[in-house]
């Protein structure tokens, strides 16, 4: 392998990275099983165990910027083509990354909530602090 592969292999991106030659860049194949194979491979190794994840901005900003990037490659799209993220979202028939999150936390705490108030889960999600402060300058608690 090429030392500029390895690179693009290296963390979440590279199940989009390995399929590159054979699927996106593919002109036999059609843009919808193109997506389907992202839908697939590349979005559920993206969001595995998203349920349990505590979400930040800070969290799903590089996850989305991962999204659009592999659907503006899908696509072939050029960022001088100046096509707006929804744009690109509508035409994949894909929802956001936060929308994903948010759909498969859900059901999760759903499942939560209605457990007995003795299981520890629901003690975890619904506790609070009984004693302690906060010191000023210091990080929450």
Same mark, same amino acid.
């Given at each position: 392998m090429?030392?500029?592969?390895k690179?693009l292999?290296k ?6 990275? @390995?399929?590159?030659?054979r &699927?996106?860049n593919n002109?036999? +194949?059609k843009k919808?099983?193109?997506?389907s194979v992202y839908?697939? %491979?590349?979005?559920t190794?993206?969001l ?5 994840w505590?979400?930040?901005r800070?969290?799903?900003?590089p ?5 659009q990037?592999c659907?503006r490659t899908?696509?072939?799209? @050029?960022?001088s083509?100046? &096509?707006?993220n929804?744009?690109? +979202?509508?035409?994949a028939?894909v929802?956001?990354i936060?929308?994903? %999150? ?7 705490a759903g ?5 007995e108030?003795h299981r520890?889960p629901?003690?975890?999600?619904y ?5 302690g402060?906060?010191?000023i300058?210091?990080p929450?608690?």
């Amino acid at each position: 392998m090429e030392r500029s592969t390895k690179k693009l292999t290296k963390g979440w991106p590279a199940a989009f990275s @390995r399929l590159y030659g054979r &699927v996106w860049n593919n002109n036999n +194949l059609k843009k919808d099983t193109k997506v389907s194979v992202y839908k697939a %491979v590349v979005l559920t190794t993206l969001l595995y165990g998203a349920e349990s994840w505590v979400t930040y901005r800070h969290h799903l900003r590089p996850l989305e910027r991962f999204h659009q990037r592999c659907l503006r490659t899908i696509f072939n799209i @050029r960022w001088s083509d100046f &096509v707006a993220n929804t744009e690109v +979202l509508e035409s994949a028939e894909v929802t956001s990354i936060e929308a994903m %999150v948010l759909k498969v936390q859900l059901p999760w705490a759903g499942h939560i909530s209605r457990m007995e108030n003795h299981r520890l889960p629901k003690i975890v999600l619904y506790g609070e602090l009984s004693s302690g402060h906060r010191n000023i300058e210091a990080p929450q608690k």
